[in-house]
């Protein structure tokens, strides 16, 4: 039997382009020869479509675009994801369905057993699990289908009650397929890689599955669709952060041996255990782990950007190395044209910034604007001045500064019809060394992910062939320019210290006495997590940030504002 | 035997504050020479106490309270809600647990089975379902002890397979014990006295109904316990949006008679089921559901101000009747000498814009400050003028006002100590009829979940006794004043027909075809559906809002922003 997998990049709610898409590749598939083609989870209305599954309406757009669908389901098997109406009276309305098409039929229908429910995700608000699960006979052969997280329950700890394949096996499949919509984050390649080998070792039988790719909002879908034999061997590892469609005949895979279990078979259920494994820092800063987090910035920069039909994209540009480095990748994302780098220096600013950040935008051939913002802050401290009177300078006025900002990038942005991508890392987020619609406004943040150690060894990666970032912007010391002679350090530790905190805070969830036993100071400690929990409300209001890690601020990461932990 | 009900209002993760408090009401209740005192859902950490509960440290901390509490429950039983590890291996790591302490000891534990996860819950992201079901026997009786959620799954159409009561009943229990954090929406409590009285009617036992009170962010808790007896029956409602403590002897009430059931026992799932049975803009702008509103909005604005430790409050006041109504409330919560209204004049402003909002802070006695933004937008625009050269006046120039205000009045905030209270109603937050970083800017949202029909309403209700908000705030036609001769008619339509079609869209999920079938053009109700869509990014950057509807923007309503759906 000979099966293709289509790995494609959708478009939340966007029925018609989704639909042709499908289309283009059964059309692709029968071309080819397929018996059957397979689709990522979701791929009629797209992953995730969140509360538009509340909406009636929205599900008649999924069952019609599968009307249209099984039309080119004729002597070629199908299966696409889409959401399927709970026909009973008890339980949520919906089910994560996997139909399979042929005959212009619909001729079986999957449901998703392992609904998950933490990070960014949210299954069990809108969809029932599974109460049945049967293998589907097609051409002769068994399929056992299952969906994204099914075969995610593994390990000593398993988070569900339930493992579907198992179930599945007493029916004696020939073949898992497995359609998915798994998010990137560092490493997880590595554990997808290591799951599907445990079940193919462990069943005996082949693997294929097909997951999605692109960007949604802020959760980044990165591919690397995985075909493994019976025998645990890798047959096929499909393209990362790119489209692809490949054949494969299952016929032709070599036959289960009847050895015991490969002993590398261990496989990790989540990065966490993996970086946990490592050196923490080292983890996060890893060559490898850095240029995927290249490509995935990139791809969800550029569907930010498509998808909400926007072609330019402006950004302010402090001559520090966060800005740059997020106006490179915004480069390559969408090309130097599109790209306008707008500097705004005050009073408080250095020469060198501002001839930093100019030198940037002349080695990237983007275009760049000065804007002073000194007449602008006087005119405001001028009106403010009967009221505050002779109150000393403060952080009122740093972060009247950066508003100031704000207001002239978005004056930018909408006279051009562009969006402001934000600069901010996930160092300063943590800490809310940052302003609330001044240096913290725009649409998507591309580096909000990443610790300031992380953008340093980007920047690294990036001039790795050819200096791009100009070096003094790379080495000079970390600063604001809000005041004068103001530094980074004046407020923070070490960014090499600081991440680390914030790694074992954030991403392991340790307790400040298991952060102190590390070797730091208590006093330190204490300082840096009241801060993560204090600033709760600035991060409340900010954009999408890109997801790389697997706990990014934003959807996945559920605080009270006013709850007072640790403070 | 006799119960004691403590409604109290909790912060969210303040161990110290909530022991202190449970500890007061264990007191209060022994010396009255109850058995048994009852607390709500979770009220040692508070509700919801969101990722917190994904921090090891953070559950230790609820283990610590629980021991230093039990040591108060010595001659009386004391019924708290915390969560509970799961000891079992597979499944999530808690339970949502209720303990019965009694003799020092922890004598009793019930979990959680039904996990509510729709709109601003997310039960399923943390806690495993209990899947055993026993009444606790305590000096003589069978208490049926439930979780909020765990007695909501009536009608025809239940959200879940199971019953927990159905299961408890097998075991013939004297009397049914509910501890809830149940929030606040407008008619909620007629539904909650509709499903106690339902299982009493059923259950022919007498029920114990404690809810919490108080908000914690954007959910507002109205407190309301319940106690009926075996007959369907009302023994006593506590009271509405502040603490209370009341005694039951549970002896005296009267005995289940043997008729069928009362014809008068239907009950509604949801206020949506209300709300459809009555005409929509009726029943937003029905005095006693605004009446509810306002001691809720009073009560969320005092305990935001409260759990963030902050004691002054700052608005723009633009003379229009959202501030005015803001402003009111802000005084009614925290103290008229609490509240600065904040005038911005523009060249667009018209002198009754300054004047009424002038005569409004004298009528309430607030400290009120003009501070022009002509000079301020002059300076801007004529660093703009090199780049946008003769581009004409569009939304931009409209946009940059509005930040300036934004800029000014969180330069206030931040200088005095003080939250910025945002402005912004439900109307204009659903078609994006508001400034990012500009009127869109504060720390909490007052009027964010009231369609601008109901500030109205809320206005006259405010006036009834004497006129508070001057009255031509209240009659003139509402404008932004960004541009000359500005109304917000030359961009909308009447609010009375824009708020019907988002109600219908917004609460109801009805589709584009459901509404125009209610008489309303085809055109227009395209146009605000895809307005409200479109705007997703705007409402994603917004601050928490004051919820007393059942379906507000924030965390109860997850929507795609890049998503294309009716665009």
């Known amino acids: 039997m000979k099966i293709a997998l289509a790995q494609q990049n959708y478009h939340i709610g966007n029925f018609e382009y989704n639909r042709n898409k499908i289309i283009e590749g059964i059309l692709w598939a029968k071309q080819k020869g397929a018996d059957l083609v397979v689709f990522p989870e979701l791929c009629i209305c797209g992953y995730p479509p969140r509360d538009f599954l509340e909406f009636n309406d929205f599900i008649n757009s999924c069952c019609s675009s599968i009307d249209e669908i099984k039309q080119f389901a004729d002597t070629i098997g199908v299966i696409i994801g889409a959401p399927s109406r709970n026909k009973q009276k008890e339980g949520k309305e919906l089910f994560n369905a996997a139909y399979l098409l042929y005959d212009k039929e619909i001729k079986a229908e999957i449901h998703k057993t392992l609904l998950p429910n933490y990070d960014i995700f949210d299954e069990n608000r809108y969809f029932e699990p599974a109460n049945e699960w049967n293998v589907i006979s097609f051409k002769g052969k068994k399929l056992a289908i299952t969906i994204c997280e099914d075969i995610w329950n593994m390990g000593d700890n398993p988070l569900y009650r339930i493992t579907p394949m198992e179930k599945l096996m007493l029916q004696q499949p020939d073949v898992m397929i497995n359609v998915s919509a798994s998010p990137f984050n560092v490493g997880q390649h590595i554990v997808r890689n290591s799951i599907v080998k445990a079940h193919t070792v462990k069943y005996k039988i082949p693997m294929l599955y097909c997951n999605a790719v692109g960007a949604q909002t802020e959760i980044i879908f990165d591919g690397g669709s995985l075909v493994y034999d019976g025998n645990g061997n890798k047959v096929f590892e499909m393209k990362y952060f790119e489209e692809d469609y490949q054949l494969f005949d299952i016929s032709q895979f070599s036959k289960p041996e009847t050895t015991t279990i490969n002993s590398d078979t261990t496989y990790f259920y989540s990065t966490k255990e993996i970086a946990i494994k490592g050196n923490r820092l080292d983890y996060l800063t890893n060559e490898k782990n850095i240029l995927e987090i290249r ?153 909000g992910d990443l610790y300031k150690t992380q953008i340093y060894a980007l920047a690294k990666l990036i001039n790795s062939e050819k200096e791009i970032i100009p070096h003094s912007i790379i080495t000079k010391a970390p600063s604001a320019e809000l005041r004068h002679n103001q530094k980074d350090s004046d407020s923070l530790p070490e960014y090499s210290i600081l991440d680390t905190i914030l790694y074992e805070y954030i991403e392991l969830r340790k307790s400040p006495n298991e952060i102190i036993a590390q070797g730091f100071e208590n006093k330190l400690v204490s300082k840096i997590l009241n801060l993560v929990n204090h600033n709760e409300y600035k991060r409340n209001q900010f954009c999408p940030i890109l997801r790389v890690s697997n706990k990014s601020f934003g959807t996945g990461r559920r605080i009270p504002i006013v709850g007072k932990y640790l403070m």
Chains 1, 2 share one sequence.
């Open 295 to 447: 490509k995935a910035l990139v791809l969800g920069i550029r569907d930010y950007f498509s998808k909400m039909k926007f072609s330019t994209a402006l950004l302010g540009a402090s001559g520090g190395i966060d800005s740059a480095v997020t106006q490179v990748l915004a480069a390559e994302a969408l090309g130097k044209e599109n790209v306008s780098a707008i500097l705004m220096p005050s009073e408080f600013s250095t020469n060198h910034s501002v001839a930093d950040a100019t030198q940037l935008s002349i080695n990237l051939e983007c275009r760049h604007e000065i804007i002073s913002i000194t007449n602008i802050f006087d005119a405001i401290l001028k009106e403010l001045k009967p009221i505050f009177k002779d109150l000393p300078f403060d952080v009122t006025e740093e972060n009247a500064q950066a508003r100031i900002r704000g207001t002239i990038l978005m004056a930018m942005a909408n006279k051009f019809g562009s969006i402001l991508l934000n600069t901010s890392n996930k160092s300063e987020l943590a800490t809310g060394y940052g302003t609330l619609y001044g240096d913290m406004a725009g649409g998507i943040s591309v580096l």
